[in-house]
């Protein structure tokens, strides 16, 4: 019985290590964005607990598609066009300039966005229920994953800093361990129709990455004060540097899911689907 306890709960240990957001952040991104919805979408409402709980699929698909990982993140500041302030968006005019399999390696977060809303819009516009389930969750994971500002650097867990863990830490124990005021501290959302979507993506995810600086400081610092161990009084310091930018990227991925959800709607049609 002991053995059994201890192998669920390393079970749950090695499942909550694999998902984004510590996985409970996806659902809540995903449910808040929902509940701003306007009365008509009430297909997506209606559908609000199966969306949640399945927020976090896409991480789970990782281990039987191969292709899967590269759609959860971007190296962005792997391009010096980024690194200078001109960012390329246009997926082939990079690959012209860096080739495929660079532009794939660094991750292709933010066309995969657009593929799935493309996908989503259609099958609104086909009143396809299942179809739409399963772009709706997809969406609400991959918009959660780019408000992540480690999803958007090269140094995404620590390795150029000697920081090695950072990611986890950040994502997974220090929201699980504050969710409460986290949830307490998430904006009212703003609804809009999104004229250019990629340029929306490439927003906020020039806008994520622009934090990562911030939350390795923090891990630095509370490192210092903690007597360099990741006891309690570190994971304090980290929730204390780290916490205003986090409610500020839940907030954002919030009101950016919602308007993503809207659009597809809107160029759906508006349909009514049972
Ligand atoms: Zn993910």
């Known amino acids: 019985m002991k053995y059994k306890l201890l192998f669920l709960v390393l079970l749950v240990a090695i499942t909550t290590q694999l998902l984004s957001w510590g996985g409970l952040g996806h659902e809540i991104i995903t449910r808040l964005a929902i509940d701003g919805l306007p009365d008509e979408m009430s ?3 209606e559908n609000s607990k199966y969306l949640c709980d399945h927020s976090v699929d896409a991480d789970k698909r990782k281990n039987d598609d191969l292709t899967e990982e590269h759609k959860h993140y971007i190296d962005i500041d792997y391009y010096k066009e980024f690194n200078v302030g001109e960012m390329i968006i246009d997926k082939a005019a990079l690959i012209e300039i860096y080739g495929q399999e660079i532009v794939d390696d660094m991750g292709i977060l933010p066309w995969n966005t657009i593929e799935v809303l ?11 229920k299942d179809d739409i389930l399963f772009y709706a969750v997809d969406i609400a994971h991959y918009v959660g994953d780019a408000h992540q500002p480690q999803h958007l650097i090269l140094n995404y867990n620590g390795k150029l800093t000697d920081q090695r863990g950072i990611h986890g830490r950040y994502e997974i124990d220090l929201i699980n361990s504050n969710l409460e005021e986290l949830q307490a501290n998430i904006s009212p959302i703003e609804l809009t129709y999104v004229k250019e979507p990629l340029q929306l993506v490439f927003d906020y ?10 939350i390795e400081l923090a891990d630095f610092h509370a490192l210092k004060y903690s007597g360099d161990e990741y006891n309690e009084k570190y994971f304090h310091i980290f929730w204390f540097r780290t916490k205003y930018m986090t409610f500020h990227q839940f907030s954002n991925a919030v009101e950016d899911l919602a308007s993503l959800y809207y659009t597809a709607w809107i160029n759906a049609g508006k349909p009514k689907i049972k």
């Open 43 to 45: 297909f997506i409402k």
């Open 118 to 128: 493309n996908n989503l819009t259609i099958a609104m516009r086909q009143n396809n």
């Open 205 to 214: 995810c020039t806008q994520s990455n622009s934090f990562a600086g911030l």
